[in-house]
């Protein structure tokens, strides 16, 4: 237990559905992030929130749209996608955005998403 | 720009064999290196990270890795394997640019034989 949820761990949708992904961290962190993980690809970092503010948008499609209603919970909503943003998407979550080599990053487990 | 290459997807080791993973990184500047972990059904785990202090860094569950400057190298080992290693295994790298500056390698699977 890393001490960040995320839900749900499974979501299929077709490319008309909205749908929204949570994730919330219990450790008093400051700064929390967004990462796609597709198969034989490097992580992909989506989006950064320091402070509830977003400090770094990863050129992500408007199709997916973060929100960040305080420094705990996160989501990721989703909507109209295409079969290729099928992935892992994974929330981090760290004391701050900055200072990193006192810091790590503590990862959800991710919620599998396919899009058909 | 930096950058971080693993060397080989997938690695198979048997239990009690020596595990080498190989992660070879691209930096301009002094660089930040960090090994992750990921078992299957979870999300990544740190396993160890090296911050220009010692160059040899340990980290939990018995591995360990070494920085190497002049091999650009950041290679993780561990003297004998578990079956419980079994995981997927990345290597990244930043400098002191805060964690979404992090860059990660492609990953590589390590399976480890009975």
């Known amino acids: 237990e890393t001490g960040v949820t995320q839900t749900p761990r499974h979501l299929v949708m077709g490319m008309t559905n909205k749908k929204s992904l949570k994730c919330e961290q219990h450790?008093?962190?400051?700064?929390m992030y967004w990462y796609k993980q597709s198969a034989k690809k490097p992580l992909e970092l989506m989006f950064v929130?320091?402070?509830?503010?977003?400090?770094e948008n990863n050129s992500v499609p408007s199709r997916f749209s973060p929100e960040c209603p305080n420094s705990s919970h996160l989501f990721l909503h989703l909507h109209t996608l295409q079969p290729e943003d099928s992935a892992l998407y994974l929330c981090?979550?760290?004391?701050?955005?900055?200072?990193?080599?006192?810091?790590?990053?503590?990862f959800g487990s991710g919620t599998q998403l396919s899009v058909l | 720009a930096q950058s971080v290459t693993q060397l080989g997807s997938h690695v198979s080791v048997s239990e009690g064999a020596l595990v080498l993973l190989r992660c070879n990184y691209s930096?301009?500047?002094?660089?930040?290196l960090f090994w992750y972990v990921q078992y299957p059904n979870q999300g990544l785990q740190l396993l160890l990270k090296?911050?220009?202090?010692?160059?040899l860094v340990k980290g939990i569950n018995g591995f360990e890795a070494e920085f190497k400057k002049s091999e650009t190298s950041f290679h993780l080992t561990k003297p004998s394997a578990h079956m419980s290693d079994a995981a997927e295994y990345f290597c990244?790298?930043?400098?002191?640019?805060?964690?979404?500056?992090?860059?990660f390698g492609q990953g590589t699977r390590l399976t480890i034989n009975p």
């Open positions: 981090a979550s760290s004391q701050d955005e900055m200072g990193l080599a006192n810091e790590k990053l503590f």
């Open positions: 450790l008093g962190h400051n700064a």
């Open positions: 929130y320091n402070f509830k503010e977003q400090t």
């Open positions: 930096s301009s500047v002094p660089p930040y």
């Open positions: 090296y911050t220009s202090a010692a160059t």
């Open positions: 990244a790298v930043t400098f002191r640019q805060g964690a979404q500056k992090l860059v």
